[in-house]
């Protein structure tokens, strides 16, 4: 079983930045790949916005969708087990609802591509609303 807690998440106005937070608990490989999906009011499904996928090196792979590029930055802390998402310049269109996922594809969940890799495990979401 794998638990994914997000946090964080709030109103702010246009420039404001944000860390959104994902507490993860339950039997998360070392391997395995960490995302940030976002819902906007105007989209039909749930976007990639950032991935952090580990290697056996030690180092990590980020990826980030071009809409996010240069303003928001992925990163994990190992000994609290958490995720976050540091949110700079914010902008009106990245409102929506903010969920923290895990490489998997469980029987039955939602599961969706990012990155070339598959996530089906989600959090609840955590509210994002910026105000021009």
């Known amino acids: 079983v794998v638990t994914l807690v997000e946090s964080g998440g709030g109103s702010v106005q246009a420039g404001d930045s944000l860390k959104l937070s994902c507490t993860m608990a339950?039997?998360?490989?070392?391997?395995?790949?960490l995302a940030w999906f976002r819902q906007t009011p105007s989209g039909r499904e749930r976007e990639g916005v950032a991935?952090?996928?580990?290697?056996?090196?030690?180092?990590?792979?980020?990826l980030y969708a071009n809409s996010v590029k240069g303003r928001f930055t992925v990163s994990r802390d190992k000994s609290s087990n958490t995720l976050f998402l540091e949110m700079n310049d914010l902008k009106p269109e990245d409102s929506g609802i903010y969920y923290c996922?895990?490489?998997?594809?469980?029987?039955?969940?939602?599961?969706?591509?990012?990155?070339?890799?598959?996530?089906?495990?989600w959090g609840q979401g955590t509210q994002v609303t910026v105000s021009s």
């Open positions: 339950g039997y998360i490989h070392d391997l395995d790949c």
């Open positions: 996922a895990d490489e998997g594809t469980p029987h039955g969940s939602l599961l969706l591509r990012f990155g070339g890799k598959y996530f089906g495990y």
């Open positions: 991935s952090l996928c580990p290697r056996r090196s030690g180092n990590v792979d980020t």
